[in-house]
């Protein structure tokens, strides 16, 4: 059965840390890996990753995929209270309906 | 460019009626869409997939019957909750893909229902 797990649950920082958060996946047939941000509504895309090693950036986030191992990080840098919401990692998995599998989230509260 | 629109935002209806759930494709031609279902401080669990034209696919244990999806254009989807109970009280969320690849999921701001 296709997973996606991404690790820890749930983290307490303070402005300007640096934080990583982790995906890992069992996926058949993997075809590209997406990070996205949850506020209060629906989520907002990050980043899509579908080859191994190349690092993708946007300001102070960037993320990379490692398909030998089968993972993915988010790093966030400066963090900003802004940043405070729920990560959502997600795979296309094995079906050709190219539907999402979801992690559980991770969620990150940066404190003043 | 990929904005995908989704109606109502929020909504609060009586146990035993029935709720229509409209998710717009509004630049791209969605040949298929994705509903989800999120509880509290959960992730997003996939409800179906619907492709233009055709029947949609269930996930295991979602009930067809109850979650009626039509999808009779590229450009518009339907998720209807029939006879609504308190437990289907949730956030609904649709995204839309243009189906020549699977990349770049775009989701719509989802929607709040509430059943009393």
């Known amino acids: 059965e296709d997973k996606v797990v991404q690790s820890p649950l749930s983290l307490v920082v303070h402005e300007g840390d640096t934080v990583t958060l982790n995906c890992s996946y069992e996926v058949t047939n993997f075809r590209s890996l997406l990070w996205y941000k949850q506020e209060k509504k629906a989520p907002t895309f990050l980043f899509m990753l579908t080859s191994s090693g190349i690092e993708k950036k946007s300001g102070r986030l960037s993320s990379i995929l490692d398909k030998k191992e089968l993972f993915s990080i988010l790093n966030i840098t400066a963090t900003q209270t802004g940043d405070s919401a729920v990560y959502l990692c997600a795979v296309v998995g094995s079906s050709n309906t190219g539907k999402l599998i979801f992690g559980q989230g991770t969620t990150l509260q940066v404190k003043p | 460019g990929a904005v995908v629109s989704q109606h109502p935002s929020r909504v609060i209806c009586k146990s035993g009626t029935s709720v229509k759930i409209e998710c717009r494709s509004l630049?791209?031609?969605?040949?298929?869409m994705f509903w989800y279902r999120q509880f509290p401080k959960k992730s997003l669990m996939l409800m179906a997939t619907?492709?233009?034209?055709?029947?949609?696919?269930?996930e295991q244990g979602v009930e067809k019957d109850k979650f009626l999806i039509n999808h009779a254009s590229l450009t518009l989807s339907t998720l209807t909750v029939t006879s609504a109970h308190p437990e289907d009280s949730s956030f609904y969320i649709c995204?839309?893909?243009?189906?020549?690849?699977?990349?770049?999921?775009?989701f719509g701001s989802g929607t709040r229902l509430t059943v009393v």
């Open positions: 619907s492709n233009e034209g055709s029947k949609a696919t269930y």
């Open positions: 995204s839309a893909s243009s189906g020549r690849n699977y990349y770049g999921y775009t």
């Open positions: 630049d791209f031609q969605a040949t298929t």
